[in-house]
């Protein structure tokens, strides 16, 4: 079945530091990848997603390309700000409608 | 606009005692609805999930049960609640397209004592 490994945390950075979480995935056909966040005492929320190969989703100054070839979804942020301290999760969803979650990185920003 | 309404927000339930956590989709007709539980070092364990009124996927042999008596309602149930059954569970619900995002509700933490 349908599969996501993302890296383990924590993952603690310095303010303004570059942030790069890994994401794999084992999926038939062509499923739809997202990236979730759950802020400290929130609930989930899209963060960003690419529908198709080699699409680009970004928001709030995170981006993250849909490779096929690599079957990753790697989330990417170039100056990370204390308030992205949060617990990212990263998903896939195919043609069977079930939405299957990595297990979460968790992430300690410092000032 | 669309709301998800999940209830009770904590519950302390004693072993053995049932279970049923009840979730709602307001401002959408037909929904896909789905049941994970969040467990430190497990992530989001998808549970249910449901395309339509009577139609229930298991994704993980349990104690726990799912029903979908309404086109917006979604139960989370048991008849004998075990120690392992204590965590967070979230109802979700999406469009029923692939693309489209998936939106929580508030979650109910539960505790078996």
């Known amino acids: 079945g349908n599969s996501v490994t993302q890296m383990e945390g924590p993952v603690t950075l310095s303010e303004e530091a570059f942030l790069t979480i890994n994401c794999t995935y084992t999926a038939t056909g062509y499923p739809s990848l997202f990236w979730y966040v759950q802020y400290p005492g929130e609930g989930l929320q899209l963060l960003l997603k690419a529908t198709k190969a080699d699409d680009k989703g970004s928001n709030k100054g995170f981006e993250a390309t849909y490779r096929k070839e690599t079957t990753s979804f790697h989330l990417e942020k170039g100056s990370v700000q204390v308030s992205d301290s949060a617990v990212y999760f990263c998903a896939l969803s195919g043609r069977d409608d079930k939405i299957i979650f990595g297990k979460g990185t968790r992430l300690h920003i410092l000032p | 606009s669309q709301t998800i309404h999940q209830w009770p927000a904590t519950l302390v339930q004693p072993v053995g005692s049932p279970l049923s956590l009840e979730c709602t989709v307001e401002?959408?007709?037909?929904?896909?609805l789905y049941w994970y539980r969040q467990a430190a070092g497990r992530g989001l364990q998808l549970l249910f999930y449901?395309?339509?009124?009577?139609?229930i996927s298991s994704e993980v042999p349990q104690n726990l049960s799912a029903s979908r008596p309404q086109d917006r309602q979604f139960i989370l149930s048991s008849k004998k609640l075990l120690l392992s059954d204590s965590g967070f569970y979230l109802c979700?619900?999406?469009?029923?397209?692939?693309?489209?995002?998936?939106?929580f509700g508030q979650g109910t933490r539960l505790t078996v004592v």
């Open positions: 979700a619900w999406t469009l029923g397209l692939s693309n489209t995002e998936a939106f």
């Open positions: 449901s395309v339509g009124i009577g139609q």
């Open positions: 401002g959408t007709s037909n929904p896909n």
